[in-house]
């Protein structure tokens, strides 16, 4: 169920409700509750709604999926693991350290496989070089130079 608002609606003096005053304020609602509209439009928005007690899990849960996924955004992380480690540890800010550590290992594990593939392939390389420099400098073996015995008849 979508949370919603109420908008006063403006009277006339006949006791009917002004269509374009009610528009109004449901579009200047509208606009505060979407983020949309002018930034000067000033718009007061209750901040002591009541929750009822029967949506406070749902919005509890929809909260924590919100941060969670927005923490495997910023952490390069997916989301099971950030659940999985909050699973694990006593608090969000818990988690968050976590996470810190496994983004400077991963960094530093990084790190290190990229400098062994370097040097791994300086090897091959030259591995490369020296084979072939064998190759400019190799000797030919022995040729057989004895005469035919038809040629010496």
Do not use: W
Not at 11 to 39: Q, W, Y
Not at 72 to 87: L, M
Not at 126 to 151: C, H, I, V
């Amino acid at each position: 169920m979508a949370p919603h608002m109420h908008v006063p609606s403006s009277r006339s003096t006949a006791g009917r409700p002004s269509t374009h005053t009610t528009m109004e304020n449901t579009e200047k609602a509208l606009d505060v509750f979407t983020g949309g509209g002018d930034s000067d439009a000033n718009v007061r928005v209750q901040s002591d709604i009541q929750i009822h007690p029967v949506d406070i899990a749902r919005f509890v849960q929809v909260g924590f999926d919100e941060q969670v996924n927005s923490f495997a955004t910023r952490s390069g992380f997916q989301p099971a693991v950030i659940q999985d480690i909050y699973k694990n540890v006593s608090s969000y800010k818990d988690t968050q350290k976590v996470v810190k550590a496994m983004c400077i290992a991963a960094m530093e594990s990084a790190k290190v496989e990229i400098q062994h593939l370097r040097s791994e392939k300086m090897r091959e390389k030259m591995r490369e070089n020296s084979d072939s420099d064998e190759d400019l400098y190799e000797r030919p073996g022995k040729a057989k130079t004895e005469p035919k015995e038809e040629e010496n008849k």
